[in-house]
């Protein structure tokens, strides 16, 4: 008889952890929708792509020639190529959510958000992977069909099913850092020096204008220890080299630096809301 309160209890918060993440769930359903609704402007988004793979794909190809090789630190034109396909396409898709939240603030419009019945942090997560996803996948399609008319075809299916699982990871983890930013404009308001900074990290020690592989042994392995790598090296690496234990250390570095950042993010979010000051009242 005692029995009964107890399996009663435990229904009754499995349910409602369900109807929790199911509103995030919803939320990204929501933004996948509001992108399929417009087709034209989602591919005016991902045309960037294709100036910039055109461009590098002359640039580099004047640069194998100049050193009269056809492989560079293991790499070919064309696995060079489809390296800054995949690059590019994750940085092209990922959304900005320091300067969502930074403009919250500003405009005062984050003290309402914050009295919704979600996780705001949470609510921009699914927010933007939602947007994220549709955008990566068009950044793929148009800018990979390029890359093959120009060095040849790309890496086989497991390239790309590989590529496909860290680019998530990838897309969250640069979440999180954004998260991050944006988080400190709770108090300092202003953050686009921090993003100005964390883009040219992603730059130059993510591989995001040449693969790590070009730098020489000790900045390859100074960068590889830093989390920007895994969010755009990474990815493009395993694309072109798709080994069991290259996916491994890729997926064991996003994961790791993926818990590191969460709990950053949510022990500075239950400081700075306690912090907020709202212009205006």
Known sequence: ??????????SARTKFRAQYWAKYGA?????????????????????????????????????YSA?????????????????????????????????????QVKDGSVAYLLNKPFNFILYHFAAGLGDSLLVFVTNALLGGALVW???????????????????????LLDFCFSALIG??????????AF?????????????LLIPLDFFPEWLQNFSRALP????????????VDPSA???????????????????CVALLYRWVVGQLTINGG
């Open 245 to 263: 234990e290259r996916l491994a250390d890729v997926l064991l570095h996003q994961l790791g630096w993926l818990g590191a950042t969460g709990v």
């Open 67 to 103: 050193m009269g090789s056809g492989e560079i630190a293991g790499l070919t034109l064309a696995n060079t190529m489809w390296y800054l396909l995949m690059a590019e396409a994750v940085m092209l898709s990922k959304r900005d959510l320091s300067k969502d939240i930074s403009d």
């Open 1 to 10: 008889m005692r029995a009964e309160p107890a399996v009663s209890t435990t």
């Open 149 to 171: 008319w120009l060095v040849g075809p790309p890496p086989g299916w497991l390239g790309w099913a590989a590529a496909m699982v860290a680019a998530l990871l990838a897309l």
């Open 27 to 63: 939320v990204l359903r929501t933004q996948l929708q509001n992108s399929f609704a417009y087709p034209l402007d989602l591919l005016a988004r991902s045309m960037m792509i294709l100036l910039f793979m055109w461009v590098f794909v002359n640039l580099w190809r004047v640069t």
């Open 195 to 207: 993003r100005w900074i964390y883009q040219k990290f992603l730059l130059v020690l993510g591989g």
């Open 228 to 239: 920007f790598a895994w969010i755009v090296y990474g990815p493009a690496r395993l694309f």
């Open 183 to 192: 988080l400190a404009a709770f108090v300092a308001e202003e953050v686009s």
